[in-house]
């Protein structure tokens, strides 16, 4: 039986959270500039109530703020927000720079390489892709594609499916604990925590079951343990 590595992408691989707000930020002073009528502070709040409320994978957060401002949808401002929030993104997005060297250590090391997201298919493949990884990868499992999210068992139940493994040979890797750690610990993996810290309350929770936990600060740290 083969052994895997499956990876959570966004915050693991590369740092989604920082140019996201970069992004938003640029997309919303050009819409300013062309006429929304807000301070830059006021529409970065009301921008992410909206993303709040209708999740991050929503494709129409600007359609919501405009119709929130003005009444009704503006399509030019509309189109001005997502076309700069797109190209500041993909302009600023990179890789940690340990992820391509842990990558190939793995690689090294005989690992299936594996990614289990919580996102749309093709909007995660285009990450992959743009960032030159998705040669990494010998299967990527996307929520939508199941039909459920982390940590729901069935999304990681395909995924030890799709690569021929099974639970006790595979190792799940990501940042967020009630996701990526509860899901694969449910189902028996082993886990990783990265880039994250854990609560207290989530220290209580492994401390209770008797689950020792490896929390790494960074990526590159794997090579200790793996
Ligand atoms: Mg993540």
């Not at 529409?43 to 009704?72: C, M, P, W």
């Not at 990868?137 to 996307?142: N, P, R, S």
Request: charged residues 25%.
């Amino acid at each position: 039986m083969s052994k895997a590595v499956f990876f959570d992408i966004d915050d693991t691989l590369y740092d989604t959270s920082g140019f996201a707000k970069l992004a938003r930020k640029a997309a919303i002073s050009v819409m300013i500039d062309a006429g929304l009528p807000l301070s830059s502070d006021e529409a970065y709040k009301l921008l992410r109530e909206i993303i709040k409320e209708k999740g991050s994978n929503y494709d129409k957060h600007f359609n919501v703020l405009t119709k929130q401002v003005f009444g009704e949808e503006k399509p030019l401002l509309i189109a001005l927000g997502m076309i700069t929030y797109h190209n500041v993104k993909f302009a600023l997005l990179r890789l940690f720079p340990e992820t391509i060297p842990t990558l190939i250590y793995l690689k090294s090391q005989g690992y299936h390489l594996g990614v289990i997201s919580n996102g749309i298919t093709i909007k995660q493949w285009e990450k992959l892709i743009r960032l030159g990884l998705h040669h990494f990868f010998d299967e990527v499992i996307t929520s939508e594609e199941v039909g459920v999210e982390k940590p729901d068992k069935k999304i990681f139940q395909q995924a030890l499916d799709r690569m021929g493994c099974n639970a006790e040979n595979s190792i799940m890797i990501g940042n967020k604990f009630s996701e990526d750690i509860l899901g694969a610990i449910d189902i028996g993996m082993d886990a990783i925590l990265v880039n994250s810290e854990l609560s207290r309350e989530e220290k209580l929770f492994l401390k209770e079951r008797n689950i020792e936990l490896e929390v790494l600060p960074n990526l590159q740290d794997i090579k200790k343990i793996l």
